[in-house]
T-cell receptor
Framework: KNEVEQSPQNLTAQEGEFITINCSYS?????LHWLQQHPGGGIVSLFM???GKKKHGRLIATINIQEKHSSLHITASHPRDSAVYIC????????????FGAGTILRVKS | DAGITQSPRHKVTETGTPVTLRCHQT?????MYWYRQDPGHGLRLIHY???????DKGEVSDGYSVSRSKTEDFLLTLESATSSQTSVYFC???????????????FGPGTRLTVT
């Protein structure tokens, strides 16, 4: 069992839909990261959070520390949002190194 | 974008040959990491460095070695490549945790390695 579980593994949406990607983890953490990987491979950081909620444009990330769960929401989705979204956690249990989920493949159709 | 480059970007090699991948940064970050990315798996840590000549193993270090002789360069060597090492390799950099600046990781563009 992976320490970081993401769901769904694959997601296809129509342009304009509201999208939610979930991340669950099993240990106490100091921070959780959401990353985006576009076709072609480059990986960029979207959010780093340890509590509450962060918003950037149409992207919203939330975390519930007690439930060990985070969600990434995309409002008014667009085909350019098509990418792999990766959740990663940092924990003292892992020597403060990042441990990554397997990613969620998102395709937004026009 | 953080100044991280990887070379080569693509490589095809034969089983049993040595291969060295290079990561170069211009950000003067103390920590550098090598990951591999395979379908169905998250990014997995191979080795990391916390300073010049200071390195440690990650979760999938067997068959790999690293060296860091300068702050800006981190080399990953496959001493004798095997087909199971066919993967996409990513380098990343960060400041140490906790950092007054940020301990976000910044990723290089990746190297696609195929071992035939």
């Amino acid at each position: 069992k992976n320490e970081v579980e993401q769901s769904p593994q694959n997601l296809t949406a129509q342009e304009g839909e509201f999208i939610t990607i979930n991340c669950s983890y099993s240990v106490g953490i100091s921070a959780l990261h959401w990353l985006q990987q576009h076709p072609g491979g480059g990986i960029v950081s979207l959010f780093m959070l340890s509590s509450g909620k962060k918003k950037h444009g149409r992207l919203i990330a939330t975390i519930n520390i007690q439930e060990k769960h985070s969600s990434l929401h995309i409002t008014a989705s667009h085909p350019r949002d098509s990418a792999v979204y990766i959740c990663a956690v940092r924990s003292g249990e892992y020597g403060n190194k990042l441990v990554f989920g397997a990613g969620t493949i998102l395709r937004v159709k026009s | 974008d953080a100044g991280i480059t990887q070379s080569p970007r693509h490589k095809v090699t034969e089983t049993g040959t040595p291969v060295t991948l290079r990561c170069h940064q211009t950000e003067n970050h103390r920590y550098m990491y090598w990951y591999r990315q395979d379908p169905g798996h998250g990014l997995r840590l191979i080795h990391y460095s916390y300073g010049v000549k200071d390195t440690d193993k990650g979760e999938v270090s067997d068959g790999y070695s690293v060296s860091r002789s300068k702050t800006e360069d981190f080399l990953l060597t496959l001493e004798s490549a095997t087909s199971s090492q066919t993967s996409v390799y990513f380098c990343a950099i960060s400041e140490p945790y906790p950092s007054v600046v940020s301990y976000e990781q910044y990723f290089g563009p990746g190297t696609r390695l195929t071992v035939t």
